[in-house]
Nanobody
Framework: QVQLVESGGGSVQAGGSLRLSCAAS??????WVWFRQAPGKEREGVAA????????YYADSVKGRFTISQDNPKNTLFLQMNSLKPEDTAMYYC?????????????????WGQGTQVTVSS
C-alpha cells in the first residue's frame, strides 16, 4: 500500500523559512511534485523533481526561494522554503507517480499526501 506522509508546515512571519518533508512507502516513484492550493484557487504545481535525471522545475513565483530535493534511499521528498511571503499561504501537498508526468497538471498524479498547512503572516 502506497502512503505519502507530509510534515513540516506551520505559521511563520513574512521572510521566514519552513521545510516540508514527504515520506513515501510502498513504491518507488519517477516524478515527485509539491503542489499547493489556497482557498478559492486552483491547485498549482510549485516544484518538481524527476528521479531519473534529478532535473528540477519551479513555478516562477517561487524560483530562487524554494528548493526541492529528495533522499532516494529513504524515499523522502523535501521542500525548503525561504523568504516566505503571505501569498505563499496555502495547503501544500506532495504527489508522486511511478512514471514521468507533467508537474503542472495535478490530475496526472495517483498518489497524494494528506496536505500540510503553511501560513505566512505579514
Amino acid at each position: 500500500q502506497v502512503q505519502l506522509v507530509e510534515s513540516g508546515g506551520g505559521s511563520v512571519q513574512a521572510g521566514g523559512s519552513l521545510r516540508l518533508s514527504c515520506a513515501a512507502s510502498g513504491n518507488s516513484f519517477g516524478t515527485w511534485v509539491w503542489f499547493r492550493q489556497a482557498p478559492g484557487k486552483e491547485r498549482e504545481g510549485v516544484a518538481a523533481i524527476y528521479t531519473g535525471g534529478g532535473r528540477t522545475y519551479y513555478a516562477d513565483s517561487v524560483k530562487g526561494r524554494f528548493t526541492i530535493s529528495q533522499d532516494n534511499p529513504k524515499n523522502t521528498l523535501f521542500l525548503q522554503m525561504n523568504s516566505l511571503k503571505p501569498e505563499d499561504t496555502a495547503m501544500y501537498y506532495c504527489a508522486a507517480e511511478r512514471f514521468m508526468r507533467s508537474w503542472r497538471d495535478w490530475r496526472g498524479f495517483s498518489y497524494w499526501g494528506q496536505g500540510t498547512q503553511v501560513t505566512v503572516s505579514s
